[in-house]
């Protein structure tokens, strides 16, 4: 009878261990579109004089990047790898304009990808003065 009940909280552990663990993970694609949102969130930030933008937009395209390689970092991509990936996506859209369809579609995605990637971008935001 013991060994049934071990048995079943063993199963019952491993089960747990690996849900986890699969769901604190991000796919290639997900990482793309990572990627893609922080070339985007720093042609924002970059963006050249003379073109439209509000102040909080640059917060808060500064934040979720600092949010995005946390997330990353936490879920065990490596800093290199991260770091690589990002500075292609920065090559790919620097001297961008500014275009709020693709910004408020990476916000949107963050919100979703990051847990609780809105409330950390918004504390992200308070820490920057």
Known sequence: MLKNI???LATYCVAISISTSSSAEMNNSDKA???D???IYMANYFLPSGETFEYSMKEK??????VLK????????????WDEGVNKAVDKHYGSKYDKA?????HSFVETLV????????KVIQTLY
């Open 70 to 81: 946390a997330y990353a970092l936490e879920i065990g991509i490596p800093e290199k790898d």
């Open 102 to 106: 693709k910004t408020d579609q990476c």
């Open 61 to 66: 395209s500064i934040s979720t990047v600092k």
């Open 33 to 35: 579109k990572a990627w």
């Open 6 to 8: 071990l048995k079943i």
């Open 37 to 39: 949102c922080v070339g």
């Open 115 to 122: 847990p609780n990637g809105a409330e950390r971008v918004k």
